[in-house]
């Protein structure tokens, strides 16, 4: 896509001037949880790719909260260069925060987000700017080879991205990741959500601006293990569905009607049989499933009310969505 404004000169936007600049400042804002053994490799296999885009860059590292020596390692790192910043979060906040931190301290032109142990291809950020070049604000990597993941999570995500996209008025595309360049006009709209339950792959959906993918193929973890179980994922695709949808509350008032209407159809089949055969006393099979069923629907829809109301409750409390303790960077000679 050429820029929109190529061929009508005498056009301008007024919101901002569409041209990229000449000398950008390239952000990696890089989350990083326990992650002491994959810090030094990240930095050899990544600033050398940063050299060769002849661009300035910074790398800013947000510890979340680690328990290992990780901030040590940072600190070490940052006495080698001065374009290395490390924001060192109050506590573990969870990858949605520590991304949202990043993002909000990153001074670049161009932001882009990424896993620090190297399953996203640094080669890839040429490429991106290419595209950015051409005028497009997001460029996002898709995962094309999902083969470096299990079976099991390649088919759990595929569902979630069925169910998400059915269920949310805006779409997110299938297999992509954080894994993305955002320019700052996208920055400053991502800055502006209020919100606590963060999902950002939503959230860059939600914000729109002219977007294209790129396919690449997700490497294997090269160090150290992944930070997120079954049962994390699991939360996440619910926060993340109840954070773009309404509708699992609204289809109890469909579920609702439909078991009322059968309900008022076999109170009026039982009316006539009475008024037709005399009374009879069998019934308690029936009784009991009609219990057990409508017990079963009324603690889920209870269930999905609770989820809805949590969430506000969260919202309302509008608690900071992180704390830092530090930022730590080189002191200026
Ligand atoms: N991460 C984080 N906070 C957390 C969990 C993970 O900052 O609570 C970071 C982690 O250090 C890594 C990135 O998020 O840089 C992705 O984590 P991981 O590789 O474990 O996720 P996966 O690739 O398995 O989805
Ligand atoms: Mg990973």
């Given amino acids: 896509m050429p820029s929109l404004l190529s061929d009508h000169p005498q056009i301008d936007n007024l919101l901002g001037d569409p041209q ?47 328990h290992d020596d990780t901030l040590q390692q940072l600190l070490t790192a940052i006495c080698d260069d001065p374009r290395l910043r490390c924001l060192n979060l109050s506590r573990n906040f969870g990858k949605e925060a520590a991304l949202t931190a990043g993002i909000e301290h990153a001074s670049g032109d161009l932001v882009v987000p990424m896993d620090v142990d190297l399953q996203d291809p640094p080669e890839l950020i040429a490429e991106f700017i290419v595209k950015w070049r051409e005028g497009y604000d997001v460029v996002y990597g898709i995962r094309q080879d999902r ?33 993305r360049l955002i320019d700052r006009r996208v920055v400053e709209a991502l800055r502006q959500f209020p919100e606590r339950n963060r999902f950002m792959k939503g959230l860059f959906a939600w914000v729109g601006f002219h977007t294209i993918g ?7 973890r090269q160090l150290g293990q992944s930070k997120f179980s079954y049962w994390k994922l699991w939360n996440f695709a619910i926060d993340g569905i109840t954070s773009f949808s309404s509708a699992p509350l ?28 005399g009374v009879d006393m069998p019934g308690y099979a029936s009784l009991m499933t009609v219990i057990l069923f409508l017990g079963g629907v009324q603690l889920m829809s209870l269930g999905i009310l609770g989820e809805f ?16 303790e530090g930022i730590y960077q080189r002191r200026q000679p």
């Avoid at 099991?152 to 805006?170: C, D, E, M, Q």
């Avoid at 609204?250 to 009316?271: K, P």
């Avoid at 969260?314 to 969505?321: D, G, Q």
């Fill in 20 to 66: 990229r600049p000449a000398d950008p400042l390239l952000s990696l804002v890089v989350p990083v949880y326990n992650e002491a053994a994959t810090i030094r490799p990240f930095l050899a296999a990544v600033q050398p790719t940063l050299e060769h885009l002849a661009l300035r860059y910074e790398i800013l590292f947000i510890n979340d909260g680690s």
């Fill in 147 to 179: 083969s470096s993941d299990t079976t099991t999570k390649r088919a759990t995500a595929g569902w979630f991205y069925r169910i998400f996209n059915h269920l949310s008025p805006v779409s997110i595309p299938e297999n992509a990741g954080d894994y």
């Fill in 214 to 220: 790129i396919p690449y193929t997700r490497q294997q």
């Fill in 250 to 277: 609204r289809i109890w008032t469909y579920i609702g009607t439909l078991i009322a209407g059968l309900a008022f159809l076999y109170a009026l089949f039982i009316v006539t049989r009475v008024l037709l055969t």
């Fill in 309 to 324: 109301i949590g969430r506000l409750f969260t919202e309302v409390k509008a608690r900071p969505l992180y704390l830092v």
